[in-house]
Each structure stands twice: as structure tokens, then as C-alpha cells.
Nanobody, 122 residues
Framework: QVQLVESGGGLVQAGGSLRLSCAAS??????MAWFRQAPGKDREFVAT????????FYADFVKGRFTISRDNAKNTVYLQLNSLKPEDTAAYYC?????????????????WGQGTQVTVSS
């Protein structure tokens, strides 16, 4: 059974940092990604990484503030969030793709975690 379990969210002041983790189990994946969804808004792409870790891609709004990485020995993907802004407040979701290239659209991913809340105060 495939499981993606996120952790690491919380409340932080503007300018602060958090590190999100996504522990995967059940199979291997061609790529993994982070999306986020703020109240009243659509889910949006944040970052993606291939299973090898050689290729990463970010949404424009990240602008060097976030870093996606992975530890295959632990089957875990991370999202380091730096210089956080109040507009980064959202539920952050981990997603995994069975096969194929990385993507930025939610429908391209086959498995999803339950989400972890990030709240940034001003």
C-alpha cells in the first residue's frame, strides 16, 4: 500500500523558515512534488524533483526561497522553506508519480499525502 506522510508544518513569523518532510512507502516513484492550497484558492504547484534528484523545477513565486531535496535511503522528500511570507500560508501537499517525466499539474501525480499546514504570521 502506497503512503505519503507529510510533517514539519507549523506557525512561523514572516522571514522565518520551516522544513517539510514527506515519507514515502509502498513503491518507488519516477518523481515527487510539493503543491499547496490556500483557503478559497486552487491547489498550486510549488516544486518537483526526479527520483535520482538530478532534476528539480520550481514555481516562479519560489524565487530561490524554497529548496526541494530527497534522501532515497530514507524514501523521504524535503521542502526547505526560507524567507517565508504571509502569502505562503497554505496546506502543503506531497505528491508522487508512478512513471514518466516530472510535471507541474496536479493530475499528473498518482498519489497524495494528507497535507501539512504552514501558517506565516506578519
Amino acid at each position: 500500500q502506497v503512503q505519503l506522510v507529510e510533517s514539519g508544518g507549523g506557525l512561523v513569523q514572516a522571514g522565518g523558515s520551516l522544513r517539510l518532510s514527506c515519507a514515502a512507502s509502498g513503491r518507488t516513484f519516477s518523481s515527487m512534488a510539493w503543491f499547496r492550497q490556500a483557503p478559497g484558492k486552487d491547489r498550486e504547484f510549488v516544486a518537483t524533483i526526479t527520483w535520482s534528484g538530478r532534476y528539480t523545477f520550481y514555481a516562479d513565486f519560489v524565487k530561490g526561497r524554497f529548496t526541494i531535496s530527497r534522501d532515497n535511503a530514507k524514501n523521504t522528500v524535503y521542502l526547505q522553506l526560507n524567507s517565508l511570507k504571509p502569502e505562503d500560508t497554505a496546506a502543503y501537499y506531497c505528491a508522487a508519480r508512478r512513471e514518466g517525466a516530472t510535471g507541474t499539474r496536479s493530475y499528473e501525480y498518482d498519489y497524495w499525502g494528507q497535507g501539512t499546514q504552514v501558517t506565516v504570521s506578519s
